[in-house]
């Protein structure tokens, strides 16, 4: 166990806290709330950005670049959006310094001051749709299907690294449609994008639904979200996708000529996903020896440690480990021999088992007498002796076996902590002793929510696409309820 | 000739600007001084992005991200950074907005007023040495070898699409060392990088040199720079690489341990290369029918057209265009089969030449009877008729001939307008009749620079690494020189 982590169990929070420090991860800046992602953590956000941007370009869709300036009244052109954006935001109001009169410092230069101020953007769909406005005349300007890659600013008051800053790195999809089946069609193709991303390079399981109108996005008609559940009982969501209706072509009056020859507002969807993310792989996979991360997101997917006593042991280990690495670089594995002087082969594996490496191999003078090679998987920590020349078969078929367990532990830890409750005592209940997911009955009101989360701290996360008609009695008032819904306290 | 285009011949400033906005690439925002980048000049950028990172990465640098924000009392931390960097900036003085009591709009909360203002970063050296200073305590945390890829503001009156924005992106490497030798090699390293990709990649030939004291860096001992010729005889800085020496890391307090066991400071290095790329891309290539891209950073590289009378006819040519494409693809080519029917092949080609994609091949029915396709290439405009199973060997090598020729062409422009003057009246003359790139000697002082750039608005673009060391007498002051150095107005 890496002695200098907080144990999991005992502390979770400062567990995870001390693990993004320790692996190299990200550490708190001087400016209040806003992280610096150091190399390690960013090569992973690099990992989900070449990912991600794959899947968006299989889907037609773009990449460009807006303002991160927006002016101070775009905001409330929208009026739910005012509400939800507006309030929390970095204000620039001025546009130079000059030097102090008293020769100390620089200080702002009050004759410099902006007619009228400017927000970095904490969201892009004013900027984008006020650009949209001189794009789109008739329904061949139609789709428009634009992400954004960029940094964002929130001003939140309470910040955790990855989960909760005031500046972070996200991507905006910004998309433009003819007709409200078709933005439909897409909000619902993005959220699949997102799951499928979560699934399959995350290894994190989600749930996909809706939100309640109380958790929407400001200024959209439906808001769909995926939620994966955290090693402490909490959800954490992980992307949303947003139908936006006509509210956006509307507030920035951008209309087409239909087919037909009329006049009508564009339909839009927005959807993002942000470097929370690696605050969500962190928090389902790692333990208490550090970072388990998935071989599809690992920046360093295989190290090779040389065990030796004397330079003339560590020169012909060289040899060995070097043509491992050539041979498995090769076939698209990255690689990295750790031959490093200044650190015991001890406190080597304990270090890149915190940076959750998947794969680790270990060289000893025996093992060249023998032919064999040490190999062990960061998930299971299970080691074992291998013939040398079998590795370049079997390492690419383990990378995928740790991908798989990876989800499947995840998942069979979702599927343990998940409860199906109809008795109020019993939703307290859990809440309280060791959290989860919780479908149970909800009355739809947000009345009802609003008690809930009073009384509990938990939400409705989501409105699960996939749960069945089946009625019943809510949770908490006893009215009648179509379907059971997704509650937890979530990040 | 694109007709909507303003003749190059007559109107350089304003040909340029129509090409941008005409050819898609980018627009004014509402925002004053800040661009959208739309997505066919942002596909241009990510082609930028994936070569210099890849060449990045295979000089040992790694990747990060610093915060935006940076609080106004770094500025004044080193002498001269201040003086270069702080006066024309964005400053935040806000962190949250409130309804208007009138109920109109929203207003800036004055009670959230920032005890320090926060600058958006227009460089980062200050927030990021500030981070080393943690990070580093002996020479085994060096060297750190990061790069960054960001948006920054300078907030700049006269604005111009790419060239000169508030807001751009770019790049900007910041690297710390044990000792001044291994700085200096850094900074050198990094200028020949971006030498290599301007020439390889922006068939860009480009000067590579030493800037003058007057036009260095603020805050770096030595700037070195690649200068590069455009169409209209001016000059632009395509990419700097600093030797900041140890003025930062005294700035911060950054120290470490020597393997001696002495106390120094740490030697410094930082490079940058921007979206102002993009503009020297176009003014370097494009003519008076659009856009030249050279084929290695276009997002397409080759289109196809049918030209057709029906659709039975269209039938055929598709598939005949299909097969031609998904081969094409095989082989890594990126192609694009334009079968929309709502405009004529005319308003296509023109629309590619505009655009500047490579290759053009047009197939009709003759073609399909006969076996051919048409082939044309946008840097010479030539076409023929060829065998349509020679294009996939055909291709690649013409792509390849095509980076090379327009290279060529761009350097065979910089010989005919580098000139080697003696004489003032005659740099003068050069100047105010077609400009150019002038060697001339120059005597050393910032005196004599300035006051040739008062009377030409010439500037020293760099002293060049290869000039031999030919003594001389100055140009202006007639005073003892040791060598050349390279005048021409700019960008």
Redesign the interface.
């Known amino acids: 166990m890496a002695k200098f982590l907080t144990n999991r169990e005992e502390n979770y929070a400062q567990w995870y806290n001390d693990l993004v420090i320790k692996a190299d991860m990200a550490?708190n800046?001087?400016?209040r709330g806003?992280?610096?992602?150091?190399?390690y953590g960013?090569?992973i956000?690099?990992k989900i950005q070449s990912a991600l941007d794959r899947m968006f370009k299989a889907t037609g869709h773009?990449?460009?670049?807006?303002?991160?300036?927006?002016?101070?009244?775009f905001?409330?052109r929208e009026a739910a959006h005012?509400e939800g954006f507006?309030?929390?935001?970095?204000?620039?109001?001025?546009?130079?310094?000059?030097n102090d009169e008293t020769g100390k410092?620089?200080v702002?230069d009050p004759s410099a001051r902006l007619e009228e101020?400017?927000?970095?953007r904490p969201t892009s769909e004013t900027?984008i749709w006020?650009?949209y406005k001189?794009w789109i005349q008739s329904y061949?300007d139609l789709p428009i299907l634009?992400n954004q890659w960029?940094?964002v600013?929130r001003?939140e008051m309470r910040t955790r690294l990855f989960l909760r800053t005031a500046?972070f790195?996200w991507q905006e999809g910004h998309t433009a449609h003819a007709t409200r089946e078709e933005a439909i069609e897409e909000t619902e193709r993005m959220i699949n994008v997102y799951s499928d991303f979560a699934e399959n390079f995350m290894a994190l399981p989600v749930i996909k639904g809706y939100k309640s109108e109380t958790e929407r996005f400001a200024g959209a008609i439906e808001t769909y979200a995926i939620e994966a559940l955290m090693q402490d009982g909490k959800s954490l969501q992980a992307g949303t996708s947003h139908f936006l209706g006509q509210n956006f072509a509307r507030a920035f009056d951008v209309q087409f000529t239909d087919k037909t020859g009329k006049l009508d507002y564009v339909w839009a969807t927005s959807w993002g996903l942000s470097t929370r993310m690696i605050g969500a792989l962190i928090m389902a996979h790692a333990d208490n020896h550090g970072l388990v991360i998935p071989p599809k997101l690992a920046p360093l997917q295989v190290v090779i440690i040389p065990i030796y006593k004397n330079s003339e042991q560590l020169g012909k280990l060289t040899v060995t480990a070097l043509k491992i690495k050539s041979k498995l670089e090769e076939t698209g594995i990255s690689v990295k021999y750790d031959d490093r002087d200044?650190n015991t082969p001890g406190w080597k594996f304990a270090d890149y088992e915190l940076k959750g490496v998947p794969v680790r191999l270990a060289i000893g003078p025996r093992d060249l007498e023998n032919g064999t090679v040490e190999i062990a998987r960061r998930d299971t920590l299970e080691k074992k002796s291998v013939a040398a020349d079998s590795v370049y078969k079997l390492i690419p078929d383990l990378l995928k076996e740790i991908q798989q367990n990876i989800f499947n532990k995840a998942l069979k830890f979702r599927d343990k902590n998940t409860y199906y409750i109809d008795k109020w005592d019993d939703f307290v209940k859990i809440l309280d002793d060791q959290g989860g997911f919780i479908m149970a009955h909800w009355d739809g009101t947000a009345e009802t929510e609003e008690k809930i989360k009073e009384e509990t701290k938990a939400t409705i996360r989501c409105i699960p696409f996939d749960t069945t008609g089946k009625e019943g009695k809510c949770i908490y008032s006893g009215k009648p309820s179509k379907r059971r819904v997704l509650f937890a306290r979530s990040y």
Chains 1, 2 share one sequence.
């Open positions: 550490e800046s001087v400016v806003c992280m610096v992602i150091k190399p960013y090569a956000w690099e773009v990449n460009a670049y807006f303002p991160l300036f927006i002016p101070k009244s905001f409330s005012v507006a309030k929390e935001c970095a204000v620039v109001t001025h546009y130079r310094l000059k410092g620089i702002v101020e400017l927000i970095i900027i006020n650009s001189n061949r634009i960029a940094n600013v001003w500046e790195l200044n």
